[in-house]
């Protein structure tokens, strides 16, 4: 459950659970539930589903990446790619406990990724404060652009070093706009096509991608094209790999 990883944004995955329930189009072909539920039979997902902590052995290797790691030799962990860290059936003191082990290994950037961005804020620990922990970026995904203008207002109002947007699976096109007077941008965008055996496929994706991308460069978002729809061959111009400063 915590592991270096083959997701190209991240060096390492670190699930301190598993277990979810499907909150929205980009959700239904969960890969975690087919993998964890489906066909390893290690949780049920869903609503009564159950959540299961990770053991603790797992809980130890951020320790031992952090110490490996260096102030300036930083490595990104995503966390939770069988979870979701701010899931209101999660026992409080696990996620007490997470944020503890993340305030422990300050050598490592930690990537939250959330689908429950009305969550995030009374969820965070009471020392949070005005700028976010500085180790600590968060996300939340967004198929389309509806889902873009509905959730990211609760994201910008949240302090963080890094505020990003996962935009995979590509449901349709999602323009970074400000959506208000004030509002910051997000300071990255992560986009690719949806994979797997039941991917949701369209010829739009490579448009939508480099529409994106030129309005990511016009406006200074750094953006990373991760894959097209199936995993099939990136174009050239859309291999593009930025990073937050």
Sequence with gaps: ???????????????????????????????????????????????????????EANWKLPLRWNKAAAPYDRKRVFCASLADVFDNQVPVEWRYGLFDLINATRNLDWLLLTKRPQNIAHMLPDTWGPH?????????????????CRDFP???KIPAVVRFISNEPMLGLLTPCRLAEGMPLPDWIIAGGESGPNARCTDDVPAWARYQRDICRAVGIAFFFKQMVGKAPIPPDLMVREFPR
């Design 1 to 55: 459950m915590g592991e270096n990883t083959a997701i190209e944004w991240a060096h390492h995955t670190f699930n301190p659970w598993i277990g979810c329930t499907k909150v929205g189009p980009p959700c239904d072909n969960c890969y975690a539930e087919a993998l964890m539920d489906r066909r390893y039979h290690k949780v049920q997902w869903g609503p009564h589903g159950e959540r299961k902590k990770t053991s």
């Design 132 to 148: 976010g922990w500085p180790n600590v970026w968060l996300g939340i995904t967004c198929g389309d652009q509806d889902e873009y």
């Design 154 to 156: 609760k994201l910008a």
